[in-house]
């Protein structure tokens, strides 16, 4: 099968303990299909499968895991690349004091290392990754980078107008039932109108157009709409600049039912009008 031109495939390597892992969730982050640890003479065969599922960015992690395979990156990225697939190598290398620090603290020997020293291992993979070093497109020295602004030099390479937003989650919840605890924000709404008071409007939840509509029609209503969407634009940046390109904000009333779903909804469609990807979960609709 021949791949479609616009299949874009990242091989990210390098180095044990230069940050390769870190590089392969930011490019999660992103939106791209990861894979870890990929036998290189499976790149072809991946590269087909995932033309067929229509995923188009793939980035897969190849290193000295590999062992006796690592010889046949070369061959498996001719392959794809004659094929129509576009190929960037990402090389990320560290001295060798940073990564004797790295592999100390999380006490794990390297794969080339085997009874020998540190640093015996680490001289090892630079002799087997020379090569694809020299062949890199991008080569991140990572000895004087956090993750923070690794993660950063990933999205700088590999970003797009789509990922330069925030990814929102919005959760609709009742405080009877608990704050969820992976929120980032939580907004309390039990200051509007309760529905629930309203014979025809109780049996019903936010998702129905009277409640909403009763809901939404308070000014109280509005401007707080208006003050969340405001912060949000105020902090996007600022999460953006430390890495964070997902946020997920739990917006409460007493049961969950009404009020805080209405308020979701809403919430939901103005962020979608400014291009933020959002989703919405009412997690304590239909508990009693």
């Not at 979701?264 to 304590?284: F, I, M, N, P, Q």
């Amino acid at each position: 099968m021949t791949h479609a031109p616009h299949l874009e495939i990242a091989l990210i390597t390098g180095l044990s303990g230069a940050g390769r892992r870190t590089a392969a969730h930011a490019m999660e982050d992103l939106g791209w299909y990861v894979v870890d640890n990929l036998p290189p003479v499976l790149i072809p065969t991946l590269a087909e499968t995932m033309v067929r599922q229509n995923v188009m960015r793939v980035a897969i992690v190849v290193d000295v895991r590999s062992r006796e395979q690592f010889d046949q990156v070369p061959e498996a990225l001719a392959v794809v690349k004659a094929e129509g697939a576009t190929v960037t190598t990402v090389f990320l290398e560290a001295t060798d004091d940073v990564i004797v620090q790295r592999q100390e603290s999380n006490r794990r020997p390297l794969p080339l290392q085997g009874g020998d020293r540190l640093i015996e291992g680490i001289d090892r993979e630079r002799r087997l990754l020379a090569d694809l070093r020299a062949k890199a497109d991008i080569v991140v020295d990572t000895s004087r980078l956090s993750a923070r602004q690794l993660v950063q030099r990933i999205a700088n390479h590999f970003g797009d107008e789509a990922t330069d937003k925030l990814k929102i989650s919005i959760i609709s919840f009742g405080f009877k039932n608990g704050v969820p605890v992976d929120a980032d924000m939580v907004f309390d709404v039990r200051f509007l109108p309760n529905p629930f008071w309203i014979p025809e409007l109780r049996p019903k939840s936010g998702l129905s157009r009277d409640v909403a509509a009763y809901v939404l029609k308070h000014d109280a209503a509005q401007r707080f709409q208006d003050h969340m969407v405001e912060l949000l634009e105020t902090v996007a940046p600022g999460y953006l600049a430390e890495g964070k390109r997902q946020v997920t904000l739990a917006i409460g009333c007493t049961g969950g039912k009404h009020r805080s779903t209405s308020m979701s909804e809403e919430l939901a469609t103005r962020l979608r009008a400014k291009g933020y990807a959002t989703t919405v979960l009412h997690r304590d609709l239909g508990k009693e």
